[in-house]
Protein backbone atom coordinates (compact mmCIF):
# COMPACT_ATOMS: atom_id res chain seq x y z
CA UNK A 1 0.00 0.00 0.00
CA UNK A 2 1.46 3.86 -0.29
CA UNK A 3 2.05 5.84 2.35
CA UNK A 4 3.17 9.33 3.04
CA UNK A 5 6.48 9.08 5.15
CA UNK A 6 8.84 11.55 7.09
CA UNK A 7 12.08 11.01 8.95
CA UNK A 8 12.09 13.06 11.45
CA UNK A 9 14.08 15.46 12.19
CA UNK A 10 15.09 16.10 8.37
CA UNK A 11 13.78 18.61 6.10
CA UNK A 12 12.23 17.80 3.19
CA UNK A 13 12.80 14.15 3.55
CA UNK A 14 8.98 13.25 3.22
CA UNK A 15 7.86 11.07 0.37
CA UNK A 16 5.16 8.77 -1.09
CA UNK A 17 6.05 4.87 -0.94
CA UNK A 18 5.59 1.80 -0.41
CA UNK A 19 4.83 0.08 2.94
CA UNK A 20 3.84 -3.22 4.32
CA UNK A 21 -0.41 -3.98 5.37
CA UNK A 22 -0.43 -2.68 8.54
CA UNK A 23 -0.26 -5.45 11.17
CA UNK A 24 -3.45 -6.95 13.34
CA UNK A 25 -1.16 -5.82 16.48
CA UNK A 26 -2.03 -1.58 15.85
CA UNK A 27 -6.06 -2.86 16.37
CA UNK A 28 -9.14 -4.21 15.73
CA UNK A 29 -10.56 -2.35 13.23
CA UNK A 30 -8.95 -2.22 9.94
CA UNK A 31 -9.85 1.29 7.87
CA UNK A 32 -9.53 2.29 4.37
CA UNK A 33 -8.85 5.61 4.27
CA UNK A 34 -10.53 8.52 2.23
CA UNK A 35 -9.51 11.56 3.13
CA UNK A 36 -6.21 12.98 5.21
CA UNK A 37 -6.48 16.88 6.73
CA UNK A 38 -3.06 18.92 6.24
CA UNK A 39 -2.44 21.49 8.89
CA UNK A 40 0.43 23.29 10.37
CA UNK A 41 1.69 20.79 12.63
CA UNK A 42 2.59 18.60 9.37
CA UNK A 43 3.72 21.43 7.45
CA UNK A 44 6.15 21.69 10.87
CA UNK A 45 7.25 18.13 10.93
CA UNK A 46 8.25 18.02 7.33
CA UNK A 47 10.45 20.82 7.73
CA UNK A 48 12.71 18.97 10.35
CA UNK A 49 10.51 21.08 13.96
CA UNK A 50 8.96 18.34 15.70
CA UNK A 51 7.82 14.83 15.26
CA UNK A 52 9.27 11.58 16.48
CA UNK A 53 8.82 7.95 14.76
CA UNK A 54 7.72 5.02 16.61
CA UNK A 55 10.63 2.95 18.02
CA UNK A 56 10.54 -0.17 15.82
CA UNK A 57 10.61 2.10 12.49
CA UNK A 58 13.52 4.91 11.14
CA UNK A 59 10.60 7.07 9.19
CA UNK A 60 6.96 7.81 10.49
CA UNK A 61 3.75 8.21 8.42
CA UNK A 62 2.78 11.30 8.16
CA UNK A 63 -1.27 12.90 8.74
CA UNK A 64 -3.58 12.86 11.77
CA UNK A 65 -6.44 14.31 10.22
CA UNK A 66 -8.33 11.58 9.30
CA UNK A 67 -11.94 10.43 7.71
CA UNK A 68 -11.47 6.72 6.59
CA UNK A 69 -14.31 3.59 6.01
CA UNK A 70 -14.17 0.71 8.17
CA UNK A 71 -13.04 -2.97 6.09
CA UNK A 72 -12.61 -5.38 8.97
CA UNK A 73 -14.30 -4.73 12.52
CA UNK A 74 -14.87 -7.76 15.36
CA UNK A 75 -17.52 -8.76 16.49
CA UNK A 76 -19.41 -6.62 19.21
CA UNK A 77 -16.77 -3.85 19.23
CA UNK A 78 -19.82 -1.05 18.41
CA UNK A 79 -18.50 -0.69 14.85
CA UNK A 80 -19.09 -2.80 11.13
CA UNK A 81 -17.77 -2.94 7.65
CA UNK A 82 -18.99 0.43 6.04
CA UNK A 83 -18.81 2.30 8.96
CA UNK A 84 -17.08 5.43 8.12
CA UNK A 85 -14.89 6.61 11.26
CA UNK A 86 -12.20 9.32 12.53
CA UNK A 87 -9.53 8.14 14.70
CA UNK A 88 -8.45 9.67 17.91
CA UNK A 89 -4.69 11.16 17.25
CA UNK A 90 -3.63 10.99 21.52
CA UNK A 91 -3.37 7.55 22.67
CA UNK A 92 -2.56 7.33 26.88
CA UNK A 93 1.10 6.79 28.42
CA UNK A 94 1.24 2.96 29.60
CA UNK A 95 1.63 4.19 33.20
CA UNK A 96 -0.96 5.91 32.89
CA UNK A 97 -0.70 9.00 34.85
CA UNK A 98 -3.68 10.38 36.66
CA UNK A 99 -5.17 12.06 33.80
CA UNK A 100 -4.82 9.39 31.29
CA UNK A 101 -6.06 6.89 34.24
CA UNK A 102 -9.38 8.87 34.04
CA UNK A 103 -9.49 8.90 30.11
CA UNK A 104 -8.35 12.53 29.69
CA UNK A 105 -5.22 11.81 27.86
CA UNK A 106 -5.33 15.11 25.92
CA UNK A 107 -4.09 16.71 29.41
CA UNK A 108 -1.72 13.90 29.92
CA UNK A 109 0.25 14.66 32.85
CA UNK A 110 3.93 13.45 32.06
CA UNK A 111 4.21 13.54 28.67
CA UNK A 112 4.69 9.84 27.51
CA UNK A 113 1.56 9.73 25.45
CA UNK A 114 1.78 9.07 21.80
CA UNK A 115 0.07 10.97 18.95
CA UNK A 116 -0.57 9.54 15.35
CA UNK A 117 1.65 11.19 12.76
CA UNK A 118 3.07 13.04 15.32
CA UNK A 119 4.78 11.52 18.02
CA UNK A 120 6.11 7.76 18.20
CA UNK A 121 2.73 6.52 16.94
CA UNK A 122 2.30 5.88 12.73
CA UNK A 123 -0.38 8.28 11.15
CA UNK A 124 -3.18 8.14 9.04
CA UNK A 125 -1.60 9.18 5.58
CA UNK A 126 -1.79 5.56 4.60
CA UNK A 127 -3.96 3.70 1.99
CA UNK A 128 -5.25 1.16 5.20
CA UNK A 129 -4.19 2.12 9.09
CA UNK A 130 -5.59 0.10 11.98
CA UNK A 131 -7.44 1.92 14.88
CA UNK A 132 -8.23 -0.01 18.30
CA UNK A 133 -12.14 0.51 18.53
CA UNK A 134 -12.01 3.16 21.70
CA UNK A 135 -9.81 4.87 19.60
CA UNK A 136 -12.20 5.22 16.76
CA UNK A 137 -15.27 7.49 16.29
CA UNK A 138 -17.90 6.97 14.47
CA UNK A 139 -19.11 9.95 12.07
CA UNK A 140 -22.54 10.76 10.21
CA UNK A 141 -21.95 9.63 6.40
CA UNK A 142 -24.34 12.99 5.72
CA UNK A 143 -21.31 14.88 6.94
CA UNK A 144 -19.58 13.74 3.77
CA UNK A 145 -16.11 14.89 3.23
CA UNK A 146 -16.47 17.76 5.81
CA UNK A 147 -16.10 14.86 8.59
CA UNK A 148 -12.39 14.86 8.18
CA UNK A 149 -13.07 18.51 9.62
CA UNK A 150 -13.63 16.14 13.08
CA UNK A 151 -9.89 16.47 13.96
CA UNK A 152 -9.52 19.96 14.02
CA UNK A 153 -13.05 21.25 15.08
CA UNK A 154 -12.33 18.64 18.68
CA UNK A 155 -9.59 20.98 19.08
CA UNK A 156 -12.16 23.89 18.84
CA UNK A 157 -14.55 21.92 21.15
CA UNK A 158 -12.41 21.44 24.02
CA UNK A 159 -11.20 25.00 24.04
CA UNK A 160 -15.14 26.27 24.56
CA UNK A 161 -15.63 23.13 27.53
CA UNK A 162 -12.72 25.07 29.31
CA UNK A 163 -13.87 28.21 28.60
CA UNK A 164 -17.00 27.39 30.48
CA UNK A 165 -15.56 25.40 32.90
CA UNK A 166 -13.37 28.42 33.70
CA UNK A 167 -16.17 30.95 33.75
CA UNK A 168 -18.35 28.94 35.90
CA UNK A 169 -15.93 30.43 38.63
CA UNK A 170 -17.97 33.50 38.18
CA UNK A 171 -22.10 32.68 38.83
CA UNK A 172 -23.18 35.20 36.51
CA UNK A 173 -20.80 34.47 33.65
CA UNK A 174 -22.91 34.74 30.53
CA UNK A 175 -20.46 35.71 27.58
CA UNK A 176 -21.71 38.17 24.89
CA UNK A 177 -18.93 39.18 22.70
CA UNK A 178 -16.16 37.16 21.16
CA UNK A 179 -12.85 37.69 19.27
CA UNK A 180 -11.16 35.25 16.70
CA UNK A 181 -7.55 35.82 15.68
CA UNK A 182 -7.00 34.39 12.73
CA UNK A 183 -9.47 32.89 10.34
CA UNK A 184 -7.75 29.60 9.61
CA UNK A 185 -9.70 26.57 10.06
CA UNK A 186 -9.08 26.58 13.83
CA UNK A 187 -10.52 30.55 13.83
CA UNK A 188 -13.09 29.84 11.48
CA UNK A 189 -14.39 26.90 13.82
CA UNK A 190 -14.32 28.86 16.84
CA UNK A 191 -16.52 31.34 15.02
CA UNK A 192 -18.97 28.52 14.09
CA UNK A 193 -18.58 27.48 17.91
CA UNK A 194 -19.44 30.75 18.67
CA UNK A 195 -22.18 31.69 15.86
CA UNK A 196 -24.04 28.34 18.32
CA UNK A 197 -23.73 30.52 21.06
CA UNK A 198 -25.13 33.54 20.07
CA UNK A 199 -22.23 35.53 20.69
CA UNK A 200 -21.85 38.64 19.08
CA UNK A 201 -18.40 37.76 16.69
CA UNK A 202 -15.49 39.60 15.82
CA UNK A 203 -12.85 38.04 13.78
CA UNK A 204 -9.56 39.67 13.01
CA UNK A 205 -7.66 37.89 9.95
CA UNK A 206 -5.01 39.91 7.16
CA UNK A 207 -6.72 38.24 4.27
CA UNK A 208 -8.79 41.25 2.64
CA UNK A 209 -9.67 39.08 -0.43
CA UNK A 210 -11.05 35.29 -0.39
CA UNK A 211 -13.66 33.02 1.14
CA UNK A 212 -12.62 33.82 4.17
CA UNK A 213 -14.48 37.42 4.80
CA UNK A 214 -17.31 35.86 3.17
CA UNK A 215 -17.48 33.21 5.58
CA UNK A 216 -17.26 34.96 8.69
CA UNK A 217 -20.36 37.39 7.25
CA UNK A 218 -22.69 34.06 6.86
CA UNK A 219 -22.22 33.11 10.66
CA UNK A 220 -23.27 36.89 11.40
CA UNK A 221 -19.98 38.21 12.31
CA UNK A 222 -17.90 41.17 11.88
CA UNK A 223 -14.40 40.50 9.67
CA UNK A 224 -11.72 42.89 10.56
CA UNK A 225 -8.14 43.32 8.75
CA UNK A 226 -7.03 45.00 11.08
CA UNK A 227 -7.04 45.96 15.03
CA UNK A 228 -7.13 49.34 14.55
CA UNK A 229 -10.92 48.67 13.38
CA UNK A 230 -11.74 47.07 16.69
CA UNK A 231 -11.56 50.23 18.21
CA UNK A 232 -10.70 50.40 22.09
CA UNK A 233 -13.55 47.03 22.32
CA UNK A 234 -12.76 44.36 24.62
CA UNK A 235 -14.28 41.10 24.55
CA UNK A 236 -15.79 38.39 27.14
CA UNK A 237 -13.97 35.46 25.33
CA UNK A 238 -10.86 36.09 22.91
CA UNK A 239 -9.61 32.78 21.18
CA UNK A 240 -5.77 33.51 19.27
CA UNK A 241 -5.54 31.09 16.90
CA UNK A 242 -2.55 32.39 14.84
CA UNK A 243 0.39 31.79 17.25
CA UNK A 244 1.48 34.98 15.66
CA UNK A 245 3.22 37.08 18.31
CA UNK A 246 1.60 40.40 17.37
CA UNK A 247 -1.82 38.76 17.37
CA UNK A 248 -1.23 37.37 20.61
CA UNK A 249 -0.64 40.35 22.06
CA UNK A 250 -3.36 42.04 20.90
CA UNK A 251 -5.75 39.10 22.30
CA UNK A 252 -4.42 39.73 25.62
CA UNK A 253 -4.77 42.94 25.83
CA UNK A 254 -8.38 43.23 24.65
CA UNK A 255 -10.06 40.57 27.42
CA UNK A 256 -12.73 42.24 29.25
CA UNK A 257 -13.26 42.27 33.21
CA UNK A 258 -13.50 39.07 34.14
CA UNK A 259 -13.33 37.46 30.43
CA UNK A 260 -11.07 34.88 29.24
CA UNK A 261 -8.34 34.16 26.53
CA UNK A 262 -7.91 31.08 24.73
CA UNK A 263 -4.74 30.66 23.26
CA UNK A 264 -4.57 27.72 20.67
CA UNK A 265 -2.37 28.34 18.09
CA UNK A 266 1.53 26.78 18.75
CA UNK A 267 4.40 29.32 18.28
CA UNK A 268 7.61 28.76 17.28
CA UNK A 269 10.20 29.83 19.69
CA UNK A 270 12.24 32.82 19.54
CA UNK A 271 9.96 35.27 18.60
CA UNK A 272 10.36 38.74 20.35
CA UNK A 273 8.46 41.82 21.04
CA UNK A 274 8.23 44.59 23.41
CA UNK A 275 5.35 43.92 25.44
CA UNK A 276 4.72 45.56 29.28
CA UNK A 277 4.29 42.50 31.04
CA UNK A 278 3.69 44.83 34.29
CA UNK A 279 0.75 46.43 32.70
CA UNK A 280 -0.34 42.84 31.39
CA UNK A 281 -0.17 41.57 34.83
CA UNK A 282 -1.91 44.54 36.79
CA UNK A 283 -4.82 44.73 33.95
CA UNK A 284 -4.82 40.68 34.57
CA UNK A 285 -5.49 40.71 38.43
CA UNK A 286 -7.57 43.94 38.60
CA UNK A 287 -9.79 42.47 36.42
CA UNK A 288 -9.65 38.81 37.06
CA UNK A 289 -8.83 37.60 33.31
CA UNK A 290 -7.70 34.49 32.99
CA UNK A 291 -5.37 33.52 29.94
CA UNK A 292 -4.79 29.63 29.56
CA UNK A 293 -3.48 27.55 26.78
CA UNK A 294 -4.93 24.58 25.27
CA UNK A 295 -4.05 21.44 22.72
CA UNK A 296 -5.36 18.09 21.59
CA UNK A 297 -8.46 16.74 22.59
CA UNK A 298 -10.32 13.78 24.21
CA UNK A 299 -13.02 11.15 22.93
CA UNK A 300 -16.02 13.52 24.10
CA UNK A 301 -14.37 16.90 22.61
CA UNK A 302 -14.65 14.28 19.14
CA UNK A 303 -18.19 13.85 19.96
CA UNK A 304 -18.88 17.03 20.67
CA UNK A 305 -17.22 18.21 17.20
CA UNK A 306 -19.60 15.72 15.37
CA UNK A 307 -22.53 17.67 17.19
CA UNK A 308 -21.56 21.19 15.88
CA UNK A 309 -20.38 20.05 12.98
CA UNK A 310 -23.93 18.55 11.99
CA UNK A 311 -24.92 21.74 13.10
CA UNK A 312 -23.57 24.21 10.84
CA UNK A 313 -24.85 24.88 7.51
CA UNK A 314 -23.82 22.00 4.99
CA UNK A 315 -22.92 24.27 2.43
CA UNK A 316 -20.72 26.61 5.04
CA UNK A 317 -18.61 23.59 6.68
CA UNK A 318 -18.33 22.15 3.19
CA UNK A 319 -16.70 25.73 1.57
CA UNK A 320 -14.24 25.33 4.52
CA UNK A 321 -12.25 22.46 2.21
CA UNK A 322 -11.09 25.04 -0.51
CA UNK A 323 -8.84 22.20 -2.19
CA UNK A 324 -9.11 19.03 -2.83
CA UNK A 325 -5.53 16.91 -3.73
CA UNK A 326 -5.40 13.35 -4.80
CA UNK A 327 -2.88 10.99 -3.11
CA UNK A 328 -0.54 10.96 -6.18
CA UNK A 329 0.10 14.37 -5.58
CA UNK A 330 0.06 15.01 -1.99
CA UNK A 331 3.15 17.32 -2.18
CA UNK A 332 1.13 20.18 -3.54
CA UNK A 333 -1.11 19.82 -0.38
CA UNK A 334 1.28 20.95 1.52
CA UNK A 335 2.52 23.63 -0.24
CA UNK A 336 0.18 26.62 1.05
CA UNK A 337 -1.67 28.61 -1.11
CA UNK A 338 -3.26 32.61 -0.44
CA UNK A 339 -6.53 31.39 -0.01
CA UNK A 340 -6.26 27.63 1.62
CA UNK A 341 -8.12 26.84 4.53
CA UNK A 342 -8.35 23.71 4.45
CA UNK A 343 -6.68 21.35 2.17
CA UNK A 344 -7.18 17.44 2.16
CA UNK A 345 -5.33 14.49 0.67
CA UNK A 346 -8.23 12.55 -1.12
CA UNK A 347 -7.42 8.76 -1.22
CA UNK A 348 -10.49 7.15 -2.50
CA UNK A 349 -14.27 7.68 -2.09
Not at 190 to 205: E, K
Request: charged share 20%; with cysteine.
Amino acid sequence: MRVITVEPGQAHSARLEDWPEPPASDGGLLVRALALGVCGTDRDILEGHYGSAPASSPRLILGHESLGIVEEAPAGCGFVAGDRVVGIVRHPDPLPCPACAAGAWDMCRNGLYTEHGIKERHGFGAERYRLAPEFAVKVDPALGLAAVLTEPASIVAKAWDHVERIGRRAPAFAPRTLLVTGAGPIGLLAAMFGHQRDLDIHVLDRHQDGPKPALVRALGGTYHTAPDSLGGAAFDVVMECTAATPLIVEAVTRCAPAGIVCLLGVSSPGARTDFDIGGFNRTLVLNNAVVFGTVNANRRHYEDALVALARAERSWREALITRRVPLAHWAEAFAPRPDDIKVVVEFSL
